[in-house]
């Protein structure tokens, strides 16, 4: 799978409009470096993970349509968690094996 677009993460938010493509790609970028600062490092070319990608739109999914600073986001935390142990498992494994 390619790496994840611009265009694939407004599909998943159901935004048409490009008023937001700037707040997208920042929040794109920022749910990278999270993954990245989780152990989880951006999949090489040629490799992606749909599982990656799955976890950057839910990210920049959260912080979107979350933006009021006193908002909570337990439930929401709950399923990032999950992938990132699921990508941490993951990776951790195929090391082992090789």
């Known amino acids: 799978m390619p790496e994840l677009t611009l ?3 407004k599909t998943y938010l159901r935004i048409d409009g490009s008023e937001d493509d700037a707040i ?3 929040l794109m ?3 990278k470096e999270y993954l990245a600062n989780s152990g989880i ?3 090489e070319q ?7 990608n799955l ?3 839910l990210y ?3 912080h979107y349509e979350n933006r009021d600073p006193a908002a909570r986001m337990d439930k929401f935390s709950f399923a990032l968690e999950s992938i990132i142990l699921q990508l941490k498992n993951y ?3 195929t090391e082992e094996g090789g």
Not at 46 to 52: A, D, Q, R
């Open 7 to 9: 265009d694939e993460v």
């Open 24 to 26: 997208l790609a920042l």
């Open 29 to 31: 970028n920022s749910a």
């Open 41 to 43: 490092p951006k999949p």
């Open 46 to 52: 040629g490799s992606e993970s749909s599982l990656y």
């Open 55 to 57: 976890a950057v739109m």
């Open 60 to 62: 920049v999914a959260l």
């Open 91 to 93: 990776g951790e494994s």
